[in-house]
C-alpha cells in the first residue's frame, strides 16, 4: 500500500476539500473548510480591535 492510499479526500462544511488519514484517524484542516480556518488563521489576526469598522469611516483617525 502507498503512502497515498492512507489519504482519503472528505468534502467538508463549505465545500472545500480536506484529506484524512486512515492511519491516524484524523483530517489535515478543520472540518468546517479550508475558506473558514484560512479566516481565521490569516485574516481575523490582522484586523483592528475595532472589527474593522473604522475602515468605513474614512474620516476616523484610531491613534
Not at 497515498?4 to 491516524?24: I, R, Y
Not at 480556518?37 to 472589527?51: Q, W
Request: charged letters at 20%; glycine letters at 4%; proline letters at 6%.
Amino acid at each position: 500500500m502507498s503512502d497515498l492510499e492512507n489519504f482519503t479526500p472528505k468534502l467538508t462544511a463549505d465545500g472545500s476539500f480536506t484529506f484524512v488519514s486512515q492511519k491516524l484517524g484524523e483530517s489535515f484542516h478543520s472540518h468546517y473548510g479550508a475558506r473558514q480556518e484560512s479566516f481565521f488563521k490569516f485574516v481575523e489576526p490582522t484586523l483592528p480591535d475595532t472589527h474593522a469598522t473604522s475602515f468605513y469611516e474614512p474620516n476616523k483617525l484610531n491613534l
